[in-house]
């Protein structure tokens, strides 16, 4: 295993003559590491916490104060703690209120989101955008939305027919500005998950 540092470039990476390896930056230009099997683990998706969807579960009230009422699922969601699609008349699920924001300011948007009513794990695989969503577009067509560190909305683009574990790294590469992004349904506009930048091997 090689490790040293290098003037800075350009491209994101390049791949090592033997194809093993590539060559990565990790937001510091002149420090670079090699990743067995091509891989880099730029992003992270964040779903909803176990924690906070059982609070809400045994409080039966949203952070709004709404009562919750259970229900069996008409659509595919998905539960923002799994991050994975209901079955349509026999899941049951929880429509809440939810903002995913931290800062109290004119970008905070909170909406309606819906989890499973039974406890179930977070999405886990979280160096991939969820596989069940990405194969379905009819379903889950899908917008990607940055903010910059003040919560202040900095970008959009629609993800349309491109894959959108390619397009991620590429917005966040291209846009240093961009502290997070979200995605949210295209059509709906309601928030599926969070996306934040990883610097893990």
């Known amino acids: 295993m090689l ?4 003037s800075a470039v350009s491209a994101l990476y390049f791949v090592a003559k033997d194809s093993k390896y590539r060559v990565v930056t990790h937001r510091r230009p002149a420090e670079f590491c090699f990743i067995k099997n091509n891989l880099m683990q730029s992003f992270k998706i964040i779903p909803l916490s176990k924690e906070y969807a ?3 579960r045994q ?5 709004y104060g709404h009562e919750i009422t ?13 991050l994975q699609p209901f079955r349509k008349g026999l899941d049951k ?5 939810h903002s995913p924001f931290a800062i109290d300011n004119a970008f905070d948007q909170p909406g309606p989101v819906f989890i499973n009513a039974e406890e179930v794990e977070p999405y886990a695989d979280v160096y991939r955008f969820p596989p069940a969503l990405k194969a379905d577009k009819k379903s889950f067509p899908l917008t990607l939305i940055g903010y910059n560190t003040d919560q202040r909305m900095v970008f959009t683009q629609l993800v349309g027919d491109a894959d959108v574990d390619e397009l991620i790294p590429s917005i966040l590469e ?6 997070y992004l979200h995605a949210r ?8 998950c969070r996306i934040e930048r990883s610097y893990e091997l």
């Open 3 to 6: 490790s040293r540092k290098i």
């Open 54 to 56: 059982q609070r809400i």
């Open 59 to 63: 409080s039966l009230r949203d952070d």
């Open 70 to 82: 259970e229900e069996l699922a008409t659509g595919r969601g998905p539960c923002r703690v799994s």
């Open 93 to 97: 699920r929880l429509l809440i209120s």
């Open 174 to 179: 291209a846009h240093a500005g961009i502290e």
């Open 185 to 192: 349904n295209a059509e709906a506009g309601c928030y599926i």
